[in-house]
């Protein structure tokens, strides 16, 4: 499984911008692991917040990045909590599995008990293996210990065998290892084995059918073995670039309000 995690995980230290650099109100935060490792966070500010949101990114570079997808949201009203996972900017350790869960756990518990100071909604937003890390996560969570409001995916990917079978398929380099890698791979934390357990919680799936990293039929897989309520938002555009579009934008926001 450790031989595996530089299939998934594509760190980087170096950190790009702040939020300061684009406008932004923030805080820097500390997250200690059950494990004790040491992890970075931002919490985004908002001047009248009327929710807030945990945001996993995707597999590459770190916060100062994925910055990009949710910046927009606390001039909603949106507080955001962004995490690194361990290895990611200045994030200790390194990224495996299943310590990964670890990572979102301690994000998790530190936004519960800001959200309840606060008497704020509390929302996840996942995106890409950020996505397919808050499907195993918190459907696996004991229901009294869930807190938020609603779940939003975006591309998530049906499992780590499959998508790991699909990128190493798309090369004749690496075609005949789609045949091998897969067994290596781990497949205990398939989204679309868990994903039907976060019901009752709402669900809303973004995927589009142009996404030429995770497969549009993957994020299908996923939503069909969901359980209701759930919706499906089919978008346009590369993968990940779903909120720099307004529509999009919009259809998550009626998404948070309507579960406050």
Not at 153 to 163: E, K, M, N, P, Q
Not at 173 to 199: M, R
Not at 221 to 227: I, K, L, M
């Amino acid at each position: 499984m450790s031989a595996c995690s530089g299939f998934f995980f594509y760190p980087m230290k170096q950190m790009v911008r702040t939020p300061a650099d684009v406008g932004l109100a923030y805080e820097d935060l500390a997250f200690t692991t059950s494990d004790q490792v040491k992890l970075h966070g931002w919490l985004l500010h908002a001047e009248q917040p009327r929710g807030l949101v945990l945001f996993l990114h995707g597999n590459a570079e770190n916060i100062s990045t994925h910055i990009g997808s949710v910046y927009w949201l606390p001039e909603q009203g949106y507080e955001v909590v962004l995490l690194d996972y361990r290895g990611y900017g200045r994030s200790e350790g390194e990224p495996d599995f299943p310590e990964v869960y670890a990572d979102v756990d301690a994000a998790y518990r530190w936004a519960q008990q800001y959200a309840a100071q606060k008497q704020l909604p509390l929302f996840i937003l996942g995106q890409s293996l950020g996505a397919s890390i808050s499907s195993y996560y918190f459907s696996t969570l004991p229901r009294a210990e869930v807190s938020f409001k609603a779940v939003a995916l975006d591309a998530v990917f049906s499992g780590h065998r499959d998508i790991a079978r699909d990128v190493a398929g798309r090369s004749i380099i690496t075609w005949p290892f789609q045949f091998i890698v897969p067994h290596l791979v781990p497949k205990d934390y398939d989204p679309k084995a868990h994903i039907a357990s976060i019901a009752p919680t709402p669900l809303l799936f973004f995927h589009s059918p142009e996404d030429q990293v995770i497969p549009y039929q993957q994020g299908e897989v996923v939503f069909s073995q969901a359980s209701e309520p759930k919706t499906w938002v089919t978008t346009a555009g590369p993968h990940i670039a779903t909120f720099n579009y307004k529509a999009n934008r919009d259809r998550l926001l009626q998404f948070f309000d309507a579960n406050r």
